[in-house]
């Protein structure tokens, strides 16, 4: 049973990164607030199983979907599946129609499993009273994740520069603000940070990393990254678009009720 | 009976969170590219794996992250520090950023593409302090940003204004700041935040907004993230133009 091995030296890696964490704010307790933590027991408890918890879940990533989602990526981008076995033909944008739609469907799917995105949406549930919904908000962060890894797939294959689409994201980002609900805003500002970590990060990597080695013209080294800016870019246009339908059918209810 | 059955319905919730991987991958190894899933057993182990973590993370959250966030934005507000809630802040960002495996293996690439566009000389020892440089800006940066974005809870600034300042800075980095980086800048304000750091960021925010009178949880308290998946990509480009 190797997994078990592997399991083992993944939690001492996540123990690895918790210390410091642990040791800030235990430091911070015991020499500057000088106060002892209430409920110590339940606290370290609740730190033991996040640990163990992380500890299960990145080696069952690691085990199970990883390997096969990098293969995937690696073989949906290969010239000879997309131009099927036609070596002679030349290449257009529209030829790569699986990996935008593979790029769509991983982006939503790793986001719906993102354990710090729950996280977020559970404490925006806890403080918005239930009016913010935990599925709401994870659907639409999803699929801002979606829209984003696509576009960007699209980006790599047509090889323009990335900080076009950003500066217009910006652009977009700003006039939506003034037009969304106030209580959203922050909200939607940082569900564009948290969509990318241990879920989607690995695989969308491997989709940047396939697409730009294997697309004419393109470096690895220059035209890989990019996608996980697009993926925390989008979830704030989502997002607040998501608060503004909520509005506007709340409104439209109240009116029709009169 | 209760405790297992709670136990079920959250393996259940944890099972559903994962679901739509597996349709994905499922999907595109069956249909697309018309292949059998290998290692079905190891893959089947794993998935129970996925689903165990999840719910012990969910559980564990609730019962430490979440009250320790809490518990010290409350003890530093009616202490009535504000030279040491920041300093916490910073430290807070600091630490948890320095050491994050994703990072690192962002500054790595980074390295080699300084090395391959002559920025830099294309040996171990110059990639490897190159990529440490890196690390240490971006920490400093989040570390940076937390300070920022607890300031802001304090004074109860609309955080707009300040992301729009941000955007700016942003932009205007980009103007001048290599071709060579700006792709691994734009991607390092996203992976700075980790699994642990998002929880207990968010609670503090939280719990400050909670705490102090006048401010507004769901206005003030969420914001700390935007704020630290914005700075990165501004000092990276700096760091790029000045190395």
Same mark, same amino acid.
């Given at each position: ?92 944008? $529209?030829? #790569? ?26 404490? =925006? ?9 935990? $599925? ?5 962060? =999803? ?10 797939? #699209? ?14 994201? #910006? ?33 969308? =990597? ?22 996980? =800016? ?17 509005? $506007? ?10 | 009976?209760?405790?297992?059955? *709670? ?91 320095? *050491? ?39 920490? @400093? ?35 001048? *700041? ?49 704020? *630290? ?6 000092? @990276? ?7």
């Amino acid at each position: 049973m190797h997994i078990l091995t592997d399991l083992f030296f993944t939690i001492i890696s996540t123990i690895w990164d918790v210390l410091p964490i642990a040791a800030i704010i235990f430091g911070f307790q015991l020499a500057v607030l000088r106060k002892p933590i209430p409920n110590l027991k339940k606290i370290i408890t609740g730190f033991i199983l996040v640990l163990l918890g992380l500890g299960f879940f990145l080696e069952g990533l690691e085990a199970a979907l990883f390997p096969l989602g990098k293969l995937m990526a690696q073989q949906l981008t290969d010239p000879s599946f997309i131009a099927h076995g036609d070596s002679e033909k030349v290449l257009g944008w $529209w030829d #790569y129609k699986w990996v935008y739609l593979f790029a769509f469907a991983i982006g939503f799917s790793t986001t719906i499993a993102e354990p710090s995105l729950l996280a977020v949406a559970i404490k =925006a549930n806890q403080v918005s009273a239930g009016s913010i919904g935990i $599925w709401g908000l994870r659907i639409a962060v =999803a699929l801002g994740v979606a829209i984003g890894i696509g576009l960007g797939a #699209y980006r790599i294959v047509t090889g323009t520069p990335l900080y076009w689409y950003i500066i217009t994201g #910006y652009v977009f980002v700003v006039i939506q603000t003034w037009y969304a609900p106030r209580m959203i805003i922050a909200l939607a500002y940082d569900s564009g940070g948290v969509t990318t970590s241990t879920v989607t990060v690995p695989l969308v =990597a491997a989709l940047g990393l396939g697409l730009s080695t294997t697309v004419p013209g393109r470096s690895a080294l220059l035209d890989g990254f990019g996608l996980i =800016a697009f993926a925390s870019l989008f979830p704030i246009m989502s997002v607040m678009a998501y608060a503004q339908f909520s509005e $506007w059918t709340a409104k439209r209810s109240k009116n029709q009720k009169t | 009976m209760k405790p297992f059955r *709670a136990i079920v319905s959250s393996l259940l919730d944890s099972l559903r969170d994962l679901l739509p991987i597996i349709l994905v991958i499922g999907f595109f190894q069956l249909a697309v590219l018309q292949q059998p899933i290998p290692n079905f057993g190891e893959i089947a182990i794993g998935i129970v794996f996925v689903v165990i973590g999840l719910t012990l993370f969910v559980h564990g959250l609730n019962m430490g992250l979440f009250p320790i966030g809490e518990t010290m934005a409350y003890s530093f507000a009616s202490k009535g520090s504000i030279f040491w809630l920041l300093v916490f802040a910073f430290a807070l960002g600091f630490g948890t950023t320095v *050491a994050e495996p994703a990072l690192i293996a962002v500054a790595d690439e980074a390295a080699k593409v300084a090395a391959s566009g002559n920025m830099i000389e294309d040996d171990e020892k110059a990639r490897a302090s190159y990529a440490f440089g890196l690390r240490i800006t971006v920490a @400093v940066s989040v570390g940076f940003a937390i300070l920022i974005g607890v300031f802001r809870i304090i004074k109860g600034w609309p955080i707009q204004y300040l992301i729009i300042v941000g955007y700016i800075g942003v932009v205007i980095m980009t103007i001048f *700041a290599p071709q060579e980086i700006i792709g691994i800048a734009y991607d390092s304000g996203g992976v700075t935040t980790s699994t642990i750091t998002v929880p207990l960021v968010t609670a503090l925010g939280v719990g400050l907004a909670s705490s102090i009178k006048g401010r507004n949880p769901m206005t003030d308290g969420f914001g700390l993230i935007a704020f *630290a998946s914005l700075t990165p990509m501004i000092f @990276v480009m700096g760091y790029g133009m000045v190395v």
